[in-house]
């Protein structure tokens, strides 16, 4: 149990589908194979639309991890974190038994992210682009509403709240710093609030991380952190990836994971299931994923796959 909790709070604390120095490492100790992995999202990734709406997911989150990492890095005064966390993930990728021309295409994409988010995302312009993603947090909220025994409101209040958000953020990006307290302390203190958020389930059998993360503008305009902020579309992008699941009428496949070894690796081969399962509907399964998955997997995975017991 007590490891169980470690792995989890290793996922959901510096975001859910971000890679850092770390995840490939622990992935390889702790995760799942990628057979099982690649089981458990076709599985509940077959629809062509619920995949296409998470490649969408997947470039917003990448963005957002090598946005969060450039700012560790000048942080620290490096340039390396970004490189290398690139090139762990690129590795560790490129040895999955996918298609090539998927761990190509994913390799590239991590090469380009890598190298580009930075000058996409400059720290110092981190409080505009809150005022542009506005509307995909209130959706990620309209999602999670039942979960707290709240309806979900119709498109008048959606416009209300999306007004007030508006300026909430406004008003904070004229107060950038509002709080005045030192970086190390405000650091800490959104970090234990991550720890306990992610310990703490929800009705959905996700951590509550997952629900509200996508609200951490507010800390980073309040603390003037930019990586708190980049940090938050790591939880946005997840919550958009449920509402592809509400919309297609196809379960998630996070909430349905009940061991941490699969949520690790779910969350880690995260670009490569995504990118096969395009390549799945094209030209249907892969025979060395096929075999990977082996004897192993619940029955409908296994039939996702192609596989009869």
Not at 145 to 166: E, M, Q, S
């Amino acid at each position: 149990m007590a490891t169980s909790s470690l792995v989890r709070l290793c996922i959901y604390v510096p975001g859910t589908f971000y890679a850092n120095p770390f995840k490939p490492f622990l992935n390889a100790v702790a995760g799942s194979s990628y057979g099982i992995a690649y089981g458990h999202f076709r599985r509940d990734h077959s629809d062509p639309l619920n995949v296409w709406l998470h490649v969408g997911c997947l470039f917003l989150q990448i963005f957002g991890n090598f946005a969060l990492l450039d700012c560790l890095d000048r942080t620290l005064g490096t340039r390396s974190v970004a490189p290398f966390t690139a090139a762990a993930w690129a590795l560790a990728l490129g040895r999955t038994p996918s298609p090539p021309s998927v761990r190509a295409f994913t390799i590239a994409l991590l090469a380009v992210a890598s190298r580009g988010c930075a000058a996409l995302a400059p720290s110092s312009h981190y409080a505009s682009l809150m005022l542009l993603t506005g509307p995909l947090e209130l959706i990620c909220y309209w999602l999670y509403l039942p979960d707290h025994n709240l309806k979900r409101p119709g498109a008048p209040w959606f416009c209300a709240a999306l007004a007030a958000r508006t300026a909430c953020c406004l008003f904070l990006r004229d107060h950038v710093g509002l709080l005045g307290v030192a970086p190390a302390v405000g650091a800490a203190a959104v970090l234990a609030l991550l720890m306990v958020a992610s310990l703490v389930r929800s009705r959905n059998n996700l951590p509550l991380v997952s629900q509200f993360g996508s609200a951490l503008w507010i800390p980073a305009l309040l603390l003037d952190q930019p990586w708190v902020y980049f940090l938050s579309l790591s939880f946005m992008g997840a919550g958009l990836q449920g509402v592809a699941h509400e919309i297609t009428r196809q379960k998630g496949t996070l909430n349905q994971l009940t061991d941490a070894g699969y949520e690790l690796a779910h969350t880690s081969f995260f670009p490569v299931l995504t990118l096969q399962s395009l390549h799945h509907s094209s030209y249907g399964p892969y025979a060395a994923t096929v075999a990977a998955l082996g004897t192993h997997g619940d029955a409908r995975s296994r039939r996702a796959l192609g596989l009869r017991d």
